[in-house]
Nanobody, 119 residues
Framework: QVQLVESGGGSVQAGGSLKLSCTAS????????MEWYRQAPGKERELVSN???????TYVAAAKGRFTISQDDGKNTLYLQMNSLKTEDTAVYYC?????????????WGHGTQVTVSS
């Protein structure tokens, strides 16, 4: 059972930066696509960014040019660098792993980290 633990959330003023981390309990990046989601109060959870096993990255339009997803295989850690933060980025941020093992898909989620951006 893969465990994911997020960290790095906090409170920051608009225009500031935060770097979120998501550490996995084992080496998974070679068999799992990794994703960052967020959920703002009263809204549905939305995909922010993902990185495939081939390193290909995608971003939601609101994050393009401001957020960067990356991973460190040696540390089993996924990152989300967030710059030029806006109040609308306020949400709980979750990391997720979409893993395939012998054709069987498994999804894993972290418990989330709160990001609050004030004006």
């Amino acid at each position: 059972q893969v465990q994911l633990v997020e960290s790095g959330g906090g409170s920051v003023q608009a225009g500031g930066s935060l770097k979120l981390s998501c550490t996995a309990s084992e080496h998974i990046f070679s068999r799992c696509a990794m994703e960052w989601y967020r959920q703002a109060p009263g809204k549905e959870r939305e995909l922010v960014s993902n990185i495939g096993t081939d390193g290909f990255t995608t971003y939601v339009a609101a994050a393009k040019g401001r957020f960067t997803i990356s991973q460190d295989d040696g540390k089993n850690t996924l990152y989300l660098q967030m710059n030029s933060l806006k109040t609308e980025d306020t949400a709980v941020y979750y990391c997720a792993a979409i893993c395939y093992d012998r054709g069987v898909r498994s999804n894993y989620w972290g418990h989330g980290t709160q990001v609050t951006v004030s004006s």
